[in-house]
């Protein structure tokens, strides 16, 4: 970092609603985060999401489900009608939490569709809708959710060997939305070279825990 640069806090991304293997595949989307993409300062960005965490409660039990249900990671773990509606759901809660949505709030998936992917029938099986979709037509439901709701990032939107698919995804909504690696990439340098040269996602997320050595995370890191 150059002399004199300012650091600057990561802005942080915090699971609201959560699906797939973190709650009981309720929902085949494994999670629904709040981004205080509006926030001047870390204190008030943990302002923001405490209001969302407990207005999107509020909503979830106002609408007959379940609001005291969490998942693994702390979100709340409704059983909704459709992975659509925890967006919808969500978009409620900021505007409840007197926040504007995609300026002060936005809101990012982790998809995790290896959990749902078939590799026999090359298809996405969205078991909580009873849809099965082939991936450009799951690309298509993304496509729609962005254009739909203030979405900035997705995470793992295809599976970790649809290589043409995610290609497909980046040509799709590679300059809208951040397109991230995490399955499909797995800290792994070779992988991540992969992604590079077929112009397969737009950002990595960047794990020790996955590829084992220290060596190894930094040469991802330096890659990227």
């Known amino acids: ?29 494994q999670d629904f985060l709040a981004v205080p993409v509006g926030a001047d300062t870390y204190p008030r960005a943990l302002e923001m999401l405490s209001a969302v ?22 979100g709340f773990g409704p059983s909704l ?7 919808e759901l969500l978009v ?8 504007r949505p995609g300026e002060d709030m936005a809101i990012a998936l982790d998809i995790a ?13 969205l078991q909580s809708e009873g849809r099965t979709l082939l991936a450009g037509e799951m690309i298509d439901v993304l496509d729609r959710w962005c254009e739909r709701y203030p979405i900035v990032s997705i995470e793992d939107g295809l599976a970790e060997d649809d290589w043409k698919g995610w290609q497909q995804l980046t040509r799709r909504l590679g300059g ?23 112009n397969a996602a737009n950002s990595v997320l960047v794990k020790m825990n996955q590829i084992g050595t220290l060596t190894e995370m930094v040469e991802a890191d330096v890659l990227v």
């Open 1 to 29: 970092m150059p002399a004199g640069t300012a650091l600057q806090v990561p802005l942080p991304m915090v699971n609201i609603i959560s699906g797939g293997l973190h709650a009981g595949k309720k929902l085949d989307v």
């Open 81 to 87: 009608q459709s992975n659509e509606e925890a967006l």
């Open 92 to 99: 409620a809660a900021i505007e409840r939490a007197g926040l």
């Open 113 to 125: 569709s290896s959990h749902f992917y078939d590799p026999d029938k090359d298809t996405y099986e």
């Open 53 to 74: 965490y407990w207005k999107t409660q509020e909503i979830i039990n106002e609408r007959g489900y379940v609001g005291w249900l969490l998942a693994d990671e702390g």
């Open 176 to 198: 809208k939305v951040q397109l991230v690696g995490d399955d499909l990439f797995t800290t792994n340098p070779e992988r991540i070279r992969k992604g590079i040269a077929g």
